[in-house]
């Protein structure tokens, strides 16, 4: 089966410095690739995702890429904020069959400091 | 509120007990996967539906865990004779049909089991 690795498992920055969270995936097949956000005791919260299709896609702050070739993909968030301070979760569809389901890796508690 | 919604929110049981979460996916949403997530950990895929039929389960479901999908709308899921290792945050997502990939997770149930 698929197996996402995520690094770094923690991230400290200052208040408008970018963060940059970086994950692997094992199964050449997948073909989808979301990060979730998730504050202390709330569900997690699709922010961005990209499909194999496409190398690069930002959202205002927010930027994934993607490197197929090696198998890698990577959450940018730029001028960070207090409130991005969260837990970050990448995760990539497993291919098999054609029923989507998500592979997470363990998270990057990401600390924005003022 | 339009989201994913889980009932119970909490949930604390004695060790032999059985449980049963029930999940509201989005209105009209084909896919529901319920995912279970530990402390520091990435969630889990436990199970898939498309509309009533159970498409998957993971290894992880074990013969004590049971899921349906009766009408294609709510999902239930129930754990029998509760052991300590099954506490975690149970989590439902759902997604909205074919060719679809984008999953939106509702707040999850916390069953602590003592």
């Known amino acids: 089966g698929e197996n996402v690795e995520q690094h770094p498992s923690t991230l400290s920055v200052q208040e408008g410095d970018s963060a940059v969270i970086k994950c692997t995936y094992s199964?050449?097949?997948?073909?989808?690739f979301p990060w979730y956000k998730q504050e202390l005791g709330k569900r997690p919260q699709l922010i961005i995702d990209?499909?194999?299709?496409?190398g690069e896609k930002k959202d205002q702050r927010i930027a994934v890429t993607l490197n197929k070739t090696a198998k890698h993909f990577s959450l940018h968030i730029t001028e960070t904020q207090p409130e991005d301070s969260a837990v970050y979760f990448c995760?990539?569809?497993?291919?098999?069959?054609?029923?989507?389901?998500?592979?997470f890796g363990k998270g990057t508690l990401l600390t924005v400091n003022p | 509120d339009t989201g994913v919604s889980q009932d119970p929110r909490h949930k604390i049981t004695k060790r032999g007990q059985n449980v049963t979460f029930r999940c509201d996916p989005i209105?009209?949403?084909?896919?529901l996967y319920w995912y279970r997530q530990t402390l520091g950990q990435g969630p889990e895929f436990l199970t898939y539906?498309?509309?009533?039929?159970?498409?998957?389960k993971s290894r992880l479901l074990s013969d004590r865990f049971s899921a349906e999908r009766p009408k294609g709308s709510f999902s239930t899921l129930e754990i029998q004779r509760t052991e300590q290792g099954d506490s975690a945050m149970y989590l439902c997502?759902?997604?909205?049909?074919?060719?679809?990939?984008?999953?939106?997770f509702g707040p999850g149930t916390r069953l602590t089991v003592t």
């Open positions: 209105s009209e949403h084909n896919r």
């Open positions: 995760a990539a569809s497993d291919s098999g069959g054609s029923n989507y389901k998500l592979t």
């Open positions: 539906f498309q509309n009533e039929a159970q498409l998957e």
């Open positions: 199964d050449s097949a997948s073909n989808y």
């Open positions: 997502a759902s997604s909205p049909g074919v060719y679809t990939y984008e999953q939106y």
């Open positions: 990209i499909r194999s299709n496409v």
